[in-house]
Nanobody, 123 residues
Framework: QVQLLESGGGLVQPGDSLRLSCAAS????????MGWFRQAAGKEREFVAA????????YYADSLKGRFTISGDSAKITVYLQMSSLKPEDTAVYYC????????????????WGQGTQVTVSS
């Protein structure tokens, strides 16, 4: 079992930046790729970004490239999502997930999920 704990969400204004963190614990000796997904009210969960198990390759939703950056700290077993130039449409619950698959853009390929952290962008 792998436990994932997200943090860093909150209420921000349009144009602000925010960094989310996802700390992994438990059976982290396996090689897991990590991803961020988000789900807005009344919408389906969507892919945001992912990083492979050795923190070298990154993947992004096309619509978010340039504004969002995923990174990882192997020593802390923590993955980050740096979000900039936030817009009201970025408002959602953001979830961290872990996968042993290479298909990191597909939510069905993920084995473990965090509880999510709310991000609200509003003036």
């Amino acid at each position: 079992q792998v436990q994932l704990l997200e943090s860093g969400g909150g209420l921000v204004q349009p144009g602000d930046s925010l960094r989310l963190s996802c700390a992994a614990s438990g059976r982290t000796s396996s090689n897991y790729g990590m991803g961020w997904f988000r789900q807005a009210a009344g919408k389906e969960r969507e892919f945001v970004a992912a990083i492979d198990w050795n923190y070298r390759s990154t993947y992004y939703a096309d619509s978010l490239k340039g504004r969002f950056t995923i990174s990882g700290d192997s020593a802390k077993i923590t993955v980050y999502l740096q979000m900039s130039s936030l817009k009201p449409e970025d408002t959602a619950v953001y979830y961290c997930a872990a996968s042993t698959s290479w298909r990191l853009m597909n939510p069905r390929e993920y084995d473990y999920w965090g509880q999510g952290t709310q991000v609200t962008v509003s003036s």
